[in-house]
């Protein structure tokens, strides 16, 4: 088997790929429910694929890190199945790599320099 045919080969029910990708399994019927997300159905259960998960490591990084909402992700992701737009490219590659690729993407940490501490 291919490593592109692994990657897409369905093996994680919903709590499982939850824990992976680091939500709730709620975020993964709300990503399925807006198209954003497409799983594979065996004995009427979700199964969701490493690419799947990857998939759902892009939609937090374009959420969380971008501020971009669901209605813009499904734009930029359906750009990207047309091969007309790379979401490595509109974003700086590294970043989008590193955020995927974490296991718990750390959040942005405000610069407290020149703040005055508080009481």
Known sequence: MSIRGDLQ??????SIAA???????????????EGLLCPQRRNN???YSEADIRRVRI????????GVNLAGVKVILQLE????????DLFDGTDVE?????????PVRASTEGTRDRP
């Open 9 to 14: 080969r369905p093996r994680y029910f919903i």
């Open 19 to 33: 824990e992976l990708a680091s939500v709730h399994p709620r975020t993964l019927r709300i990503y399925e429910e």
């Open 45 to 47: 259960r979700r199964l």
């Open 59 to 66: 939609i937090r990084f374009l959420t969380r890190r971008q």
């Open 81 to 88: 199945a047309l091969g007309k737009i790379r979401v490595y």
């Open 98 to 106: 590193r955020y995927v690729e974490e296991d718990e993407p750390q």
